[in-house]
């Protein structure tokens, strides 16, 4: 089991930034992947980025430039920094994380935390 908690979410000014964290406790070193997906009213939950343990990083291609995701191991905590947001940014940010064990994979929310871009 994976237990995931965000937190830096808020009310930012368009242009403006944020950073994210998000901390895992559990059964953290059976984690492959963690990431950040988001979900704005009335659409689908997405893929914003995700770190692999092998550090290797995926953006959406809305991103790509102004956010940036990482890692650290030994506080078990994951981070997006968030630059350059845009309104169409607002949307409830929520961490993932994937556990592989054998064929199998698990994944684990976290609660999510809101980020509002005013424009």
């Known amino acids: 089991q994976v237990q995931l908690v965000e937190s830096g979410g808020g009310l930012v000014q368009a242009g403006g930034s944020l950073r994210l964290s998000c901390a895992a406790s559990?059964?953290?070193?059976?984690?492959?992947?963690i990431g950040w997906y988001r979900q704005a009213p009335g659409k689908q939950r997405e893929l914003v980025a995700v770190?692999?343990?092998?550090?290797?990083?995926n953006y959406a291609n809305s991103v790509k430039g102004r956010f940036t995701i990482s890692r650290d191991n030994a506080k078990n905590m994951v981070s997006l920094q968030m630059n350059s947001l845009k309104p169409e940014d607002t949307a409830v940010y929520y961490c993932?994380?994937?556990?592989?064990?054998?064929?199998?994979?698990?994944?684990?929310w976290g609660q999510g935390t809101q980020v509002t871009v005013s424009s």
């Open positions: 770190i692999s343990n092998g550090d290797s990083t």
């Open positions: 559990g059964n953290t070193g059976s984690i492959n992947a």
């Open positions: 993932k994380a994937v556990v592989a064990i054998s064929t199998t994979q698990f994944q684990y």
